[in-house]
């Protein structure tokens, strides 16, 4: 099998079957971004797909953000790989019935969430169908592209901005009700963590990936990619506003509400051992985003995660289930 | 309004009202590919989305010749800049039904059209919805891109390959019957002009772009980016087999039903006065591809059609219709 080890999970096994099926002509399927040698560094190309129903709602949020979103998954991608982005293409299915202006609106919320990291619409395309589905491909560079290998027992387990909160907006709407606007925004605004990323790359990262389908599955493929085990304490995860509340209506702890929820955009990342709170200080004081510690990487395999030092188990966030 | 200028059509409003909303954060929309500086070149980018039930069925072709179909019309977008494919990635929404090994039939598709102009899968992305969406991104390198402006009064209009025979495949269908074999192939297996595209800009090529739209349409493109009038002779224009049949069916003559079917994937250059039967001999002997001069480029604008020299009307094909 060509490519990245990946974790458990039904995507993945989908994505297994392809990588069998097409052997050589696949090269290294399964890391966040593809890795081209360029003339100044390495090419990094992404895409990712959000359809109507599945990735979203419009009785959720609105087309401006529908885009945001979407280009802002895709931007993640690079951020993982520690890139800086060139550009990105949006592809685009509209409803039979949607209007130049509702296209419009959508294509503004991709190019605004290009912008906000300088990455501007190099092109596209435009197609009719049943549903609103948006493929976004992001384009970037880096020097020294970081991947999902190379994680080494010793390093540390860390984790930018706060989790939980795109999942709180998500249980919010799923019970009728309006989310607050700080979740709210976590799902419909995500910020993809380019200067993040860049920094990290800068500070030695041993291996990344953003976390779309949760910290839970997300460690797994980390772990299976380095061929390295992970032990993370959930007590340490930061956690989104109304992760506490949303957990207490689930009758679950907020801890494994924070760690099975997809699509919060930041970055898990293994650092050196001599990496600590002074360097995350750093970081936060040149990019206002903050780092966590939230474990360490051990010889084996699999990911151990513990909940005040006692093994909990917890699932990732499957856009298949 | 950013971007190259577009000729008529409801697709091509919709490109200008998204560069009219997105101003200056969208960059170079509507030429075949996105062009980016590289240090050994131009990287050249274009992604293309193919829709079940708008683009193809599949009651017509089977899912490896979707994919098929679905790299190869974004791989002709690099042939219509003369680039170097590096690789694509394809971005599949699946039924929620499909099995792990449909989608791997279809990616199987996806891989060997690019195979078969070296161009390996570097990634992609997956999900499920209520229909089957390819949506496939390629990247190509080229030292001395074309694009559609660049076309002078003075160079002759030349066409690869034949014209028609995707719409008698797809006439054929809507009958309830079966194509025959090689028309067939035209739809199902179009071949991305990649050496032919490459010739050719190698040759002085002055402007160029892929026939999707058909050439009635796709010349009123070329035309407008040029800021020139092209003038095209349908009798000189290369036919594909079972165009006559078809056209009598429909009652309308071969060299109409041949200028107006779309989604042949052959290339539209202008070639400087120069360039003459001499050369188009040395392109089918370098690259097995017919080179047929239909028309020449004049000064003013828009695209006059002839019919043994009587004007003509045609229209483009348009999936938004």
Redesign the interface.
Known sequence: VTGVPLGPGA?F???R??A???GS?????G?D??A?P???GT?L???????E???FRLDWIALEEVGWRAAAAALSDLAASGAEP??L?????APRDAT??S???L??GV??A??AVGS????????????W?I?V?V?GRAARPVSRHGARPGDGIWVTGSLGGARAALEAWRRGEVPTASVRRAFARPEPRINAGRWLADHAARAMLDLSDGLAGDASHLAAASAVGLEIELRSLPRAPAVGDEARRLGIAAESFAAEGGEDYELLVAMPAEFGAAEAAELRATTAVPLTRIGRVVAGDGVVLTLDGKTVTARGYD??R
Do not use: K, N, Q
């Open positions: 995507e096994d989908r994505v079957a392809i069998v099926a097409l002509a696949a090269a290294g399927l890391d971004c593809a081209v360029d003339g100044t090419l190309v992404s895409t990712d797909v959000s359809v129903g599945v990735h060139v550009g293409l949006a592809a685009v299915v130049d202006r296209v419009a609106e294509m503004s190019a605004a290009g912008a501007p619409v190099l092109g596209g395309d435009l197609a009719a169908g049943s549903a589905i493929t491909t384009l856009h298949f």
